[in-house]
């Protein structure tokens, strides 16, 4: 993996230009033909169980699903190393400990797998902030969750700590962090506003703190956190892997389920009190999933921009108003993206790898330019 | 649609009343005295100046505001005491300006008022599809279920919004001023679709209301707040006076009836009020003054 100090950017290939740009094109092309899909609901009753079903969402996820397997098949295909593309299928599903066994199971697929899972917690973890707080512009990121993470893991690579300790360590950063932001903003009850400026503070003093640590400890220390901080994915193991799905099987569900409840809190505290839940208790709860579907991806690939805040709004333009298949929805467009962005990262400069937070900063911001433009629009 | 062989309402309706009521924000008390049991199956309307408690009195009506003393009772036991979705069961709100996320489809809110009956798996039963296909129907939003909330005009609005309250299927069903932003027209809408929820449903429906004439026509109990108590309770023909409105809202009128519906209809006299404030207490003590 060419993942070395980057020396020289090598103008991209035309080759891999045109590959990258026609996969983004297809991509929106697809998102844009699911806009035309009819909004039909339908009710599926199995025993004593029963739910609400937009067939819309399903056929999105049928479609986002089939763009998923197809990129990570293109991920374990492509690369600095050359690996045909039946035997790249062949190690990963039968012919374990081959050839190509290293680059395969050990380099290419653990880092899919980490993209995807990563991108799932970060939409995720987006898509409940934003409708907690009701605003569209908000994000783990900006209320300084991620922050919170960052300024530990900086803290750990500028002493030169233990790097193995650095997932352990972000999390409890990013964790106490949304903790402190609950406890300051509380004034008889938490709302929307109050948590986001709150937050939007905490980030700033956050952000301080990382720039001292940048300025007082050795550039060559603060290079290695630098990268860190941009949010990549190189050197993602299967380890990694593990431990972003053990906190997915956890929060996911927990995630999911919560979501009717958060459908109820966007109606207004005192509709969803009336509603019959425990409006405090349940927006704790919420605030508590959210941030550490947010944790758990940044104590892995670091403070990844733009990712919570973008994918959840193309979730909703595709799928309209949150419901629990809209939130899965929106996690497997995070997955995707992510999984795309950290291809295109790894590809674009080839065989100069740029950190996957580049990108879906690069991709990320002009979107949201336009999100902006649009909105204007609306009001 | 089957739903008229099923009607929604339990056989015995639920009862509330506040007990010794006292009300605050932490603050100095809104609601110093309150002492009512809301008539069951029966139209309340609660009247009174700007500022006299009575959206405080409603929200701690339906447990959004904990008693500073007293209690609510509903069906004669402690409303704090009973699960909040219990209560969400017999008893429902719409708060006066209520928010909605951007684009919300008319369909997905009134939806969203099937929370107290759903179970942790039993997600859209029947009996769910059954009642918000009711409340579009009541409501005549059937038309307007798959349009986005914001392209609907302010009246159809609050019809979606009474719809999710009325798919959430209570037999008490409280109202915080559900006339306020709308024109003449859309208000008469509002009020006599209320007016019907309760003549062939026989819901109980207690509405905080600014339009003292309009809480004449359409209720037959009305609940006068002046100053943090109650001035006067009783049907309107019975108990509305100029006396009392000029006690409550501390404006000089003359009452005629209602050439419509004989109700008492309120004409503020000109020139300007002698005193801009409304006075405090209740109504016999200044009466005596």
């Known amino acids: 993996m060419a993942a070395a100090l980057p020396v020289a950017i090598t103008a991209p290939r035309p080759l891999t230009l045109l590959a990258v740009l026609a996969v983004m094109v297809a991509v929106g092309g697809a998102l844009r033909m699911a806009e035309y899909l009819p909004h039909r609901n339908a009710s599926v009753r199995i025993a004593g169980a029963s739910a609400h079903v937009q067939w819309r969402v399903v056929a999105l996820w049928a479609v986002a699903a089939a763009f998923m397997l197809a990129l990570v098949i293109v991920g374990l295909i492509v690369g600095d190393f050359p690996v045909p593309a039946r035997d790249a299928l062949a190690t990963v599903l039968w012919d374990r400990g081959g050839e190509f066994d290293f680059i395969i199971n050990t380099l290419r697929f653990p880092r899919l797998t980490v993209a995807l899972l990563a991108g799932i917690a970060l939409a995720c973890s987006g898509a409940i902030f934003q409708g907690l707080i009701g605003n569209p512009l908000v994000s783990p990121d900006i209320i300084g969750v991620n922050n919170g993470a960052a300024l530990v893991a900086v803290f750990i690579l500028a002493v030169g700590g233990d790097v193995s300790l650095l997932p352990y360590a972000a999390f409890a950063g990013a964790a106490s962090t949304a903790l402190l932001i609950y406890v300051l903003a509380w004034k008889s009850g938490v709302s929307g506003a109050r948590l986001v400026l709150v937050g939007i503070g905490i980030n700033s003093v956050l952000a301080a703190g990382i720039t001292f640590i940048q300025v007082r400890f050795p550039i060559e ?83 990844l921009g733009f ?46 790898a740029l950190p996957a937070g580049v990108i879906t900063a690069a991709l990320g911001g002009p979107y949201f330019l336009l999100l902006l433009a649009r909105y204007n629009r609306a009001l | 649609m089957r739903s008229e062989a099923s009607p929604p309402v339990p056989i015995e309706p639920p009862t509330l009343a ?52 007293g209690s609510v009772l509903l069906d004669g036991e402690d409303i704090h005491r009973q699960p909040t979705k219990e209560v969400a069961k017999r008893l429902g709100l719409l708060p006066q300006a209520p928010t909605a996320p951007d684009g919300i489809v008319v369909n997905d809110l009134v939806r969203r008022g099937r929370y107290p009956h759903q179970k942790m798996f039993d997600q859209w039963s029947p009996e769910d599809e059954r009642a918000v296909a009711r409340a579009l129907d009541l409501t005549n ?115 005629i009836d209602d050439p419509v519906t004989g109700t008492p209809l309120t004409v503020p006299l000109e020139p300007a009020p002698r005193s801009a404030e409304p006075a405090t207490g209740p109504l016999v003590a200044d009466g005596m003054a």
């Open chain 2, 18 to 69: 506040g007990r010794e009521l006292q009300l605050g924000y932490g603050g100095p008390l809104v609601v110093e005295q309150f002492d009512t049991t809301i008539p069951t199956g029966r139209i309340t309307a609660v009247i009174g100046a700007n500022g006299c408690g009575k959206s405080t009195l409603l929200r701690a009506l339906a447990r959004l505001l904990r008693p500073s003393a």
């Open chain 1, 221 to 303: 220390r603060i290079i290695a956190a630098a990268r860190w901080q941009a949010g990549t994915l190189f050197g993602a193991s299967w380890s990694d892997a593990r431990t972003l799905a053990i906190g997915l099987a956890i929060l996911l569900p927990l995630a999911f389920f919560f979501t009717r409840r958060l459908r109820l809190l966007q109606l207004g505290d005192d509709t969803a009190a009336a509603l019959g839940i425990r409006v405090e208790r349940d927006r704790l709860a919420l605030l508590a999933i959210g941030s550490g579907l947010a944790a758990i991806a940044v104590a892995v690939v670091g403070p």
């Open chain 1, 307 to 352: 990712v919570a805040l973008l994918v959840p709004h193309i979730a909703r333009l595709l799928a309209g108003n949150l419901t629990g298949g809209v939130l899965l929805l929106t996690g497997v467009l995070g997955g995707l993206f992510l999984l795309g962005a950290d291809l295109i990262a790894q590809r674009l400069f080839a065989p100069t």
């Open chain 2, 141 to 255: 939003m059937v038309q307007f279920s798959d349009r986005s909330i914001d392209e609907l005009s302010g009246g159809q609005r609050q019809r979606a919004w009474i719809a999710m309250a009325l798919a959430q299927d209570t037999p008490l069903l409280l109202l915080d001023e559900p006339t306020t932003y709308l024109d003449m027209a859309h208000q008469v809408d509002v009020l006599g679709l209320l007016a019907s929820l309760n003549r062939v449903e026989g819901r109980t429906v207690v509405m905080v209301l600014h339009d003292v004439n309009q809480a004449c026509r359409y209720a037959d109990h009305l609940v006068a707040m002046a100053g943090g108590a109650v001035a006067v309770e009783g049907p309107p023909r019975e108990v509305v006076t100029a006396e009392l409105i000029e006690h409550v809202f501390g404006l000089p009128v003359t009452i």
